[in-house]
């Protein structure tokens, strides 16, 4: 048998133990987390639609004409006017032919990555890419090369290798927009020329930049100026569209291809139609006045609370945000635990991110920032901060690094 006691208690030496948390309630940015309510910053529904009272009576709606689950696949009459109608929108929002939905942004991952390129063909992925990207990446059984974090450089000599050794085979670059561990974005211009220039394709994963990023939140494609030069843009229903789900847009072919071949779609049944009823209603609020001023929101306590940050939290060189997402190097795990641990007692949720989520002494705290704060608790964290970086020797040592 695997001694799973052994593994835990090895995982709990390192500091990276992990365990569950049970959210009892959720109002505005205070999440009720036993034994006290705090104010989170680990939320990735930065506008705050999770809660939003039209996704709400659009799921209700949905779950009276409907029922709950979609009781088959998509091919096999589980998908209902819910599923098409999103599909839609998610086309004409993201300026794309067509969309197609999946239960999840992992299993859109999984299903189209495998279904785009096998054993004859290569894959060349950013080093910070998601899990479900890597994950997916190997699943096809392409050839596999990796480039250090938006290393235009290498990515270039990786192209350059894959054109001289596999002249035949499809070459597709992967790669996150937002990275949802850094909060930095990908050089989607230079990437773009580059996958020109060697004939390959790119697949986009729009995961923390769609509704947060660009004209009413259509993603970093949108921004770049190079939304149709991307083959494959992916993003989940999770995060700012409040709901639940992944989807995949592109052409008329690669939509109807992927209804074919993406085994996690073909094989899966259908998202809950209430879910899909949510998501819908969530891309009509961002393609609205309304979301696109939810979205300015957004920037506004975004700006606030970079400007809270105390200097040894502040990374990037002009301290102007990218994205809502902020990580807080600590390096040492342990460390980074104990500061999550510092600014929970006094009120705040910002969960530390260890290995394997990021690389080994890399540890940090990530804080993701939403329309839903209010200014008073972007306030209040950064003095909270201020507070972890004065006593930062005290806490937990000397700082490391960076
Ligand atoms: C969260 C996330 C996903 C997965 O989306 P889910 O809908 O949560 O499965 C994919 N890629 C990135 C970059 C993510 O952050």
């Not at 994205?323 to 635990?337: M, P």
């Not at 990021?358 to 306030?379: F, N």
Request: hydrophobic share 45%.
């Amino acid at each position: 048998m695997i001694d799973f006691s052994r593994h835990l208690e090895d995982l709990s030496q390192r500091g990276l133990l992990r365990e569950l948390q049970t959210v009892e309630a959720a109002r505005g940015r205070k999440i009720g987390l036993a034994p006290s309510e705090l104010i989170s910053f680990s939320s990735n529904d930065y506008l705050g639609l999770s809660q939003h009272p039209e996704l709400r009576e659009a799921a209700i709606k949905a779950i009276e004409k409907y029922g709950v689950g979609a009781g088959a696949s998509r091919l096999l009459g589980g998908g209902y006017s819910p599923h098409r109608e999103l599909e839609e929108l998610l086309a004409a929002f993201k300026g794309a032919e067509a969309a197609l939905s999946f239960s999840s942004g992992f299993a859109a991952a999984l299903g189209t990555l495998p279904a785009l390129v096998g054993p004859n063909d290569v894959i060349i992925i950013d080093k910070l890419s998601h899990a479900c990207l890597i994950d997916a990446a190997k699943l096809s059984r392409a050839h596999l090369r990796v480039y250090p974090h938006n290393h235009l450089g290498k990515l270039e000599s990786h192209l350059e290798w894959a054109r001289e050794n596999h002249p035949a085979a499809t070459i597709l670059i992967v790669t996150e927009a937002v990275f949802s561990m850094d909060g930095d974005t990908a050089p989607l211009k230079q990437i773009v020329e580059l996958k020109r220039r060697f004939g390959a394709a790119l697949m986009l994963d729009e995961a923390h930049s769609t509704g947060v990023v660009g004209e009413h939140g259509r993603g970093l494609a949108h921004l770049a100026g190079v939304a149709n030069d991307v083959d494959v843009r992916m993003g989940t229903l999770s995060k700012a569209v409040g709901a639940s789900g992944g989807f995949i847009v592109g052409s008329h072919e690669l939509i109807e291809f992927l209804v074919n071949r993406a085994r996690s779609f073909i094989f899966s049944t259908a998202p809950a139609p209430a879910v899909a009823a949510a998501a819908a209603a969530a891309i009509r609020i961002l393609m609205s006045d309304a979301g696109e001023s939810l979205r300015q929101t957004l920037w506004e306590r975004v700006h606030e609370f970079a400007n809270q940050l105390p200097g040894r939290f502040r990374i990037r060189e002009d301290g102007s945000p990218e994205s809502a997402i902020f990580a807080l190097h600590i390096g040492d795990e342990r460390r980074a635990t104990q500061a999550s641990s510092f600014l929970r007692r006094r009120g705040f949720w910002m969960p530390a991110v260890r290995y394997p989520t990021v690389a080994l002494k890399s540890a940090r705290l990530r804080a993701a920032v939403t329309a839903a704060h209010e200014p008073e608790q972007i306030r209040q964290a950064g003095a909270a901060l201020q507070a972890l970086a004065e006593r930062m020797g005290e806490v937990m040592g000397e700082p490391d690094g960076r």
